[in-house]
């Protein structure tokens, strides 16, 4: 049974570039979300999939977007980037339900410049 | 706007010794709580959860105890081990809605041989 894996582990853009983080969801898991984690600070919730439909957003803005595919993989997308997005992007994924723990991959650390 | 709180950011404990971990929470909505654990470069990964309708769980030698009234909940380790050493997130949900985590801020443990 595989994990949740992320790419790219690291990277650097600059302010105004986008980006789109990657994710593989262990298997069996059709539920997908994604956490930004600032330094110093717990995870926050950007927002979740389910069965490829967006099904719970957290506080950001909607240059912070996302997919789910059928295979249960996943992108977070980022427009416009800005120096304050500079984090560690957590992905999770678990199986539908309302006590199923998640499963963090080792996340994407970008760096705006 | 902290929901969920852990007022140490850190906590040195001698080996073999109890380590206790608290958190605090605001949100009456939440009814499911959890621990993580956070290595370095690594993803967070679960260690218990606690359901509101117990006050008490127990895994070997974790125990999470919650008080509801308090609003306060508690990660207790017992003997402490060397391998302890990481940071501890506490979180919570709410069963209805999107299941998102809210996460504090994290207590950095280190363990002393």
């Known amino acids: 049974e595989t994990g949740v894996t992320q790419s790219p582990t690291h990277l650097i853009k600059t302010r105004g570039q986008q980006v789109t983080l990657r994710c593989s969801s262990q298997?069996?898991?059709?539920?997908v979300s994604w956490y930004q984690q600032a330094l110093g600070q717990g995870p926050q919730f950007i927002f979740q999939?389910?069965?490829?439909?967006?099904?719970g957003r957290g506080n950001f803005p909607p240059r912070f977007s996302g997919l789910q595919f059928p295979n249960y993989s996943s992108e977070l997308n980022v427009n416009a980037l800005e120096l304050d997005d500079s984090a560690l992007y957590l992905c999770?994924?678990?199986?539908?339900?309302?006590?199923?723990?998640?499963?963090f991959g080792e996340g994407s650390r970008l760096t705006v410049l | 706007d902290q929901q969920v709180k852990q007022n140490s950011p850190s906590l040195s404990v001698q080996e073999g010794r109890i380590s206790i971990l608290n958190c605090d929470y605001t949100?009456?909505?939440?009814?499911?709580f959890l621990w993580y654990k956070k290595y370095p470069a690594e993803g967070p990964t679960f260690l218990i959860s606690?359901?509101?309708?117990?006050d008490k769980n127990e895994d070997g030698r974790f125990t999470v105890f919650l008080n509801k009234s308090a609003k306060h909940l508690s990660l207790h380790i017992v003997p402490s081990q060397p391998g302890d050493s990481a940071v501890y997130f506490c979180?919570?949900?709410?069963?209805?809605?999107?299941?998102?985590?809210?996460f504090g801020q994290g207590t950095r443990l280190t363990i002393n041989p």
């Open positions: 999770a994924s678990r199986l539908a339900g309302p006590t199923g723990e998640l499963f």
């Open positions: 298997s069996g898991h059709n539920t």
């Open positions: 999939y389910y069965r490829e439909e967006e099904n």
């Open positions: 949100n009456s909505m939440f009814d499911y």
């Open positions: 606690i359901s509101s309708i117990k």
């Open positions: 979180a919570a949900s709410a069963l209805q809605g999107a299941q998102k985590l809210v």
